[in-house]
């Protein structure tokens, strides 16, 4: 299952937090910040797998066997879309690649919601960002992939708010979109 | 309330920016319940992400969220629903469940489906909320009509349990199994095919069934993930171990291979790599020679510079390591670790590779002058991934007592070099500064020593190089830190214990000697301290103790000399904190008191008269230290040791031990000290030599079998003069002139040293900094000598014989894998650690206690559970209607005989029966109603047919559930 989904940019400063597990929020941003070192640090064109933070790698070390306990969360997926970062922390009963293809689908939803999401969109509009998330993962659990459909649900609250009135900005949306730069295309 | 609604979605926002909230869980309540949607939707996400378990106002949430669950709006409704799984508590769950459960049948799929993940939730926390929602999830999940989406996330939810508990899924697999074939839906595919890889193990039927759509699937797909997945289901459902005709099964297993080796190979796609690697690391425990096949591609991965990728290949590589691809693995290992060293300081972690080999000292200067501050964060990571690096290496190393080593002078050199690049153990957190916990702190370095030592106890024909290295380490150590700073490294114990007992083979024993008496005072720690006590005794006793030198003024000067050097350093000692070090060191002083009194009466002799030197000196000293051969003991040996007969620990040694003891208090040392001291030491060899009893004095004529015995062994050593050392050396030197890992010996402690002193002064205490310059001198080398690749392989496989470990008879597990005691006990810890920590982290809480809750262990079967139910309750009502007409009846006749019943026999059977004839004593004596009781009775063979079928815990559950309702029945009787 999923065991937390964040998003963060750049610096560091998180834009979505969703633990499906109960946290303390002093060690939620331990945590952030520990994932934030490793992910920042990953050089151009290394995979999208991040080895675990030690806050999560004190129970579960690489080369112990993890096989047994599939509870604990034991991969740590993201992906990079311009000034963001998407991380998906998950145990071994999720597919690493299907992972992938889940967060390109969140930022596809993302951006059908927003039309041309950027990294504003998020920040005035978080509440959708949890609404879209809400339509995907339920309790770490993913009930549904097909982007139309979480459209749909999110749209169905009725609650995507307009932008803020700055248009003006430059649309880093452009470059978060729809990334081809993956090899397999044969998600849903 | 707009206003609040609002301020709270800051405020929300605040907690994600690392704001603690908590202190608003009421203001989040009064938001919730707020009749506005937006309103109740801001609420909602607060409650989300802000209650934890301890929250007190979640108890006031129950009814708000019953009252939401009923909605009829189902946006409404999905928020109570979406919020559950994160608040969820047993007695919340309890709650609530009875609300959630018609909300699987409601009319929106999107309802329906998240009902079902958090129903899925709250069985983790509730295992009975499964039992009662089971049965309306199967029907969805058989249902064809159902809308595809529920089923996918119903086949999530499977999946998710069926990884904890596949027996109960089994029934599922041919709907499961149409779902795979039918659906060309790749998300689902995925995890139906998770689901599968956990089933059949359990139903080996399956696999048969399984193979061609899976192989289908693998030959004819476009998604890399399911055709990844494919590959993984197939090994982690063992197929390939299990498929029935070896044939088949060697055709699956290189189709899979060469799919992954085509994932590693294709346009360099890094996650591809990633997850092939992880498929590779499954495969090899079963197929290890499949695997090797690709070690190239493998290998390449080694050198990757993403470091998730390298950490999965090392793993690979553990496992294929055979002595042919042993030398240039490690060779690229420590390649790896050299010139992750002077990038440390200013590159992130990570990336440690691909360090120019071109970078100038210059720039390594001022790194190290860069500020620390920013640097210890980041060098975390780094440290770790080498200590990973440096216990790989040994391990490979070191694998079936050394099978794989074919060039010992090659792995000694090896380790001396990683005593070097191991990292500093840290004994302090970077980030909370706080002391690690002594176990955390394993120092690599030490367990590089060990494994020196273990080749030196080992490999007899290496003593004399291993010792050599030694000495090169304790003198590295030396000049490498400043004076005054204790010396830590780990490895030092080691190299110490093999200074002192391989002491004959030493090349220059008063340099030795010299370097022992440097560190002792700069030794931290005490065990150290105390192996290097010993070792200073045991290379004094090989200097001085030679009988066959002549006793000449110039020895003898020379003699006390050099006992009042070690004196003076061990003085201090005897006052030390730890009781060990303190015990050896008085131990050692009145020794050498004793001798030097020895030395200084013993006139030397001259030309006329010749003069022995001191029998304490040649024949007392060295005799403590000569003895049998240390062996390696195989881990297991001492429990195989056999329990003397008579032998009773609980029985008191002296009956009067008390007064024994007051007496010692009192009585005054007459004896010579001296003797206490040999009757001590002569306790140590085996009991095959001198009875220990006998006083010292009287060994001292006897000549001592044993010294001969293992003088000899190193004879060859010992007599060789200079110059032959020096020309053997040489030898050496011209041999290993080509091994990268060849460290000459003098060249290094010539150069190395005066750059120490200028670093030195330069940074003061970074300890770690100061190997910098050693390395890039080796640097150098290296990039040259593996620059030239044609290096020719002249190793032959050299005439080592690797001692086993010693055991006894009946030994299980211990031979040959002696190194275990040492390095699987990191593991060991880990494990342990994990059990501690999985609970400060993330998730598993939740899961840990279901999967030892949450699995009664027997296989519920649902159906037939809720049929027996069904069944149960009908016979109950005909229980309860016939206990009803037995009461009337009771009272009528007014007997007693209710009190026998109540005499309670759990057992359902003849509760049963005691019912039934009960019944139809209440129908005798009333004479009427033949009916119930017919009723009755086939209720209650019903109910004995369920039990004997069923069995477990559930009948239990509802014999116990009856046996209370009789009860009760019985109490309103009386």
Known sequence: ?188 | MDLKATALLKLIYLEMVGHDMSWASFHVLEVMSSPKYHQKRVGYLGAVQSFRHDTEVLMLATNLLKKDLAATSPTVISLPIATLPHVITPSLALSTLADLLPRLNHSHANIRKKTLVTLYRLALVYPEALRAAWPKIKDRLMDPNEDPSVTAAIVNVVCELGSRRPKDFLPLAPRLFELLVDSGNNWMAIKLIKLFASLTPLEPRLVRKLLPPLTNIIRTTPAMSLLYECINGIIQGGILDSAEDVAGADEIATLCVNKLRGMIMINGDANLKYVALLAFNKIVLTHPHLVSQQEDVILECIDSSDITIRVQALNLVKGMVTSDNLVPVVSRLMKQLKSSLPSKDRRVPGSSANTPETESDDEAQTAITAPTVRDTQALLLPDDYRIDIIERILFMCSKDNYSSVLDFDWYIDVLTQLVRMSPVPRTFDADTGALLPTRQQVDVAEKVGDELRNVAVKVRAMRATAVRAADLILDQLLSENPVGHSLSSGALKSAIWIIGEYSIQLAMPDDSLNGLLQAIPRIGKPDILAVALHATAKVFSSIAGSELEPWTAERKSRISLLLARILDVLEPLALHPSLEVQERAVEFIELLKLTAEAVSGQPPSTDENHQEPPLLLTQAIPSLFTGWELNSVAVHAQKNVPLPEGLDLDEPIHGNLGRLLSQTDIVTLQSDEADDFEVYYHQRPPPSSISSSAPAITRLADPDDDTAGSYQQASEDSYLDADILARRKAERMEKNKDDPFYIPSDNILRTSTPIHNILQNNNGPALDIDSIPVMQLDLEKIGHTVAAPSRPRPQPRQRVVVATDETLEGSDSGTGRQYDSENSALPKARSKRSKQHSLLQVDSSTIGSFSLEGNPSEAFDYERQQREEAEMQQAMKEVERLRLEMQRANERIQMAQGADVQGVVIKKKTKKKAAAKKAAEGDENEGTKVKPKKKAKKAASQAVEGGGGGGGGGEDASAMQRVTIEDMNQDTTC
């Open chain 1, 1 to 188: 299952m999923i065991n937390a989904f964040l998003v963060f940019n750049g610096q560091g400063q998180p834009r979505l937090t969703k633990f499906y597990t109960q946290l303390d929020t002093s060690i939620q941003q331990r945590l952030i910040s520990e994932i934030f070192t490793l992910v920042s640090n990953r050089p151009a064109g290394s995979c999208n797998f991040l080895p675990l933070p030690p806050l999560l790698a004190a129970s579960s070390t690489s080369h112990t066997s993890t096989e047994e306990q599939s509870d604990v969360p034991s991969l740590v997926t993201y992906r990079h879309y311009a000034t963001l970062y998407f991380i998906i922390i998950s145990t071994t009963t999720e597919s690493p690649l299907a992972l992938i293809d889940l967060i390109q689908v969140y930022v596809e939803a993302l951006d059908k919601l927003f039309e041309n999401v950027c990294e504003l969109d998020l920040i005035f509009n978080f509440e959708t960002l949890h609404a879209t998330l809400s339509e995907m993962i339920i309790g770490g659990v993913v009930i549904e992939t097909s982007l139309d459909r979480i459209v749909a649900g999110v749209r169905a609250q009725g609650t995507v708010a307009k932008r803020p009135v700055n248009e003006g900005r430059s649309t880093i949306g452009s470059g978060m979109g729809i990334g081809g730069n993956f090899a397999w295309t044969g998600r849903v």
